[in-house]
């Protein structure tokens, strides 16, 4: 069984002919980091503590702890990476969650027999059509590729920026007369990813812990919303599914994310130590080993990425995204196929609403896996 992201764990890497799984997006690439920070990370939950399903009555968002939303807060005000002065917070199961709020939350709900379409510029993020599919709602269907939107009716446009699977940054698309919202779901918007060039300010952004951190099993994500009305609403169907989000998940995430934070407040810690520093050179690593195995192979093309001035790391940084979108440069192969016969699982193009030559592989499997991955697309060859 296949489930989006998340799939079977990977088989053991016991000889040559084993798979490996780099088809999910299970980001377990900074484990080593939390390893090492193993004391300061430790939580403590007594068999009395967070018992009550409420959190804070004054906020509109009642589940969310209030510790975890100065957490947020504190993140993106030392990143750089969003604008939180004025805006509301909605804490959700994952941003996978938040992202059907935001649907919800943005939905006419005068037009009940009308669905809204629900675009996203292709190559899009897999789950974003099979997480509406699923519902048959109502309220929102999927719409396909905003960049062939032209219908004369309301839309919801997803803008996913760094984009999953390609890592391009990515603004709204459709060209359309008719009214258009948005939901920019910047996951990925950290710097071990892409250089930070901006503080975003649009009206719903999500973020994740699971790609912020890599603690995806705790399944936090959390939306900065401008307008209260729509926060609300996400809020009210936060309620409705799943009546708020684990406090013992609020309580590790606001931890862990003051952790790294401290730990740039802190004048002694060494550069090396810390948690953007070290994603960042991983990432960079892992991309300069991958990039010397495709160029062996020939067989695959990877996209280039433009140089940017990152304000967090105050100099001209490159782009390191989690996934490898790859183009098999052979005319008439597959890349999954292709990939298939070195025993690598990878995504399919055509999940993403592009052409079966593309293949997207995860950056961020464990140390074990990616190695042997990048041994075994450097072994491809032209026949
Ligand atoms: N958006 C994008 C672009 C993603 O890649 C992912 C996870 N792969 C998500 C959202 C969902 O993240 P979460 O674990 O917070 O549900």
Redesign the pocket.
Known sequence: MVVG?ASSPSTPLTNNCSIIDAQK?DPLAFGSYWKQMNDECTLVIKGWELMSYYSDLSNMCWYMLPELKDAIERIHHLVGNAVTKDRYIVVGN????L?QASLFALSPLDVPDHPVNVVAAAPY?S?YKSAINILHSRMFQWGGDAAVYDKNEPYIEMV?SPN?PDGTLREPVVNSVAEGKFIY?L??YWPQFTPITHKADDDVM?F????CTGH?GS?I?WAIVKDIEVAKKMATFVQSSSMGVSKESQTRAAKIIGVICDGYQNLKSKESELFFEYSKRLMKERWEKLGEAVEQSMVFGVVKYPNAYCNFTNEISETYPSFAWLKCEEGKENGHNYLRKLNISSREGERFGADSKFVRVSMLGMDDDFNELVKRLSSVKIE
């Open positions: 992201e997006g994952g941003s996978s969650q992202f993020y789950e996913t999953n779901d996951a990925y999500l994740t812990f699971s790609k995806a399944r994500g």
